[in-house]
């Protein structure tokens, strides 16, 4: 249960779990999905998912290879959803995959008060998982380490904004001198966006710091700027 006095927030989560067919296919192949939901039928979760790519023969590609995990129970084709708004790529497809419960995170989240807030991304071996919690930023951080320790995943806390946030236009006036550095070299490279433009490491080398303490330097002002502290 979400605290009394507890703020929504709008949080984006890069995720590695084990036994996922999802991660396989996407570090297998160019192409990538877009999870829309799970849902429980018979014992086995059945996900509906848009595969996407730059070309019809790499979608091809990608939904074979989908069949041909030893991870997928079976896989069926509804629609093409080329040209669709918000999915990525020339070409799309949409399946719906049926595959063991136990192997998909989607409940380790949804229990914990994460309920997305737009479709998965699978790409390259990772999931992009934007989630709307009605908790503190501290309490977000706590539940995301249970799922770790539950699941044995590697999560990364990409960001926290307020819900309504449309613009990021914070005033950053209560930031240190270096978190306002780290925190504005983030934006300005593209750290937030999805497909993310530059990675945690190499801002790290730009500013001669160690990746921990960039990420140390980037939770510190985002919760000064939601006003956790």
């Given at each position: 249960m979400a605290r009394k006095g507890a703020q929504g927030v709008r949080?984006?989560?890069?995720?590695?779990?084990?036994?996922?067919?999802?991660?396989?296919?996407t570090a297998e192949t160019s192409g990538g999905l877009l999870g829309h939901g799970v849902h429980e039928i018979d014992g086995l979760a059945n996900g509906r998912f848009t595969a996407y790519a730059d070309t019809t023969e790499e979608v091809d590609?990608?939904?074979?290879?989908?069949?041909?995990?030893?991870?997928?129970?079976s896989v069926w084709e509804t629609d093409d959803h080329a040209g669709d708004a918000g999915v990525p790529g020339s070409a799309a497809r949409g399946i719906v995959v049926r595959y063991e419960l136990q192997n998909s995170i989607n409940d380790a989240l949804?229990?914990?008060?994460?309920?997305?807030?737009?479709p998965v991304r699978m790409q390259g071996g990772r999931e992009r998982w934007t989630v709307l919690v009605h908790e503190t930023r501290q309490t977000v951080h706590e539940r995301v380490e249970e799922i770790r320790e539950e699941r044995?995943?590697?999560?990364?806390?990409?960001l926290i904004t307020a819900p309504e946030d449309g613009g990021g236009m914070f005033r950053t006036d209560a930031l240190s001198e270096r978190q306002r550095e780290v925190y504005?070299?983030?934006?300005?490279?593209?750290?937030?966006?999805?497909?993310?433009?530059?990675s945690a490491a190499s801002l790290a080398?730009?500013?001669?710091i160690s990746k921990a303490t960039l990420l140390e330097h980037l939770r510190k002002a985002e919760s000064k700027l939601l006003g956790d502290d």
């Open positions: 949080v984006c989560l890069d995720i590695w779990h084990p036994d996922c067919w999802t991660l396989q296919v590609e990608l939904v074979a290879a989908v069949r041909a995990s030893d991870l997928t129970e949804v229990s914990r008060g994460f309920i997305p807030d737009e044995d995943a590697d999560i990364d806390v990409e504005e070299l983030a934006r300005r490279r593209d750290y937030y966006t999805w497909p993310r433009e530059v080398a730009e500013l001669d």
